[in-house]
């Protein structure tokens, strides 16, 4: 997953959480959404061009969501780039509020028409979850880190992740457990067969010239996962 991060020539290193609200009232959400775009898949085009089998999630903001380029705006991106559709996944927030779902909805089948992957993120956190699972041509979902702390410890975790794993289920769709920072939370996602997780249990995020390249070729070799699975 791609994750944006502003060297702050002051403030030091600045977490999303210390800008993107300001960006987002700014409008400035739509050119910054445009610079991480170019370089997330930039850089995971070039890890593709040296072998290394690895697709990028990418987060989208609702203002992106309602911006009518969007579709030419990512299309003309994955040209530039030379990155596969395949290999590229959106990330819709549940919590992002869309002030015109059809629109959005129409903008994103579109999009997953070419191939790219159509992601809920932080599910079960907002209101809008099952209309977006509706109208959306989703193919993922991420449970929300606030069922994954303690899932290990609170049963009522566990039953909802139990509940999402299964809706995935019956709906096709991949389910990636989200905040994962201990192997007891990632033993007990296992046991209700969440085979899919990110979090600090496995890296912590690095500028991309630290990414562990060569683990995610051996990874993905043991795996056996091909060019269309997903995640
Ligand atoms: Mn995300």
Redesign the pocket.
Known sequence: ?ALVRWNHPDRGLLLPGSFIDAAERTGLIVELGRTVFHEACRQTAEWRRAGIDLGV?I?LSARQLSDVALFDDISAMLTVTGLDPDALWL?V?ETALVEDVSQAADVLHRLAATGIGI?I??FGTGWASLTYLKQFPVSAL?IDRSFVTDIDLNPQDAAIARSILSLGEELDLVVVA?GIETVPQQQALQALGCMIGQGFLFGRPVPAAEVPIERARRLRRADGLGDRTRG
């Open positions: 997953e999630a987060n990330e927030t992601t993120d932080d991420k989200e």
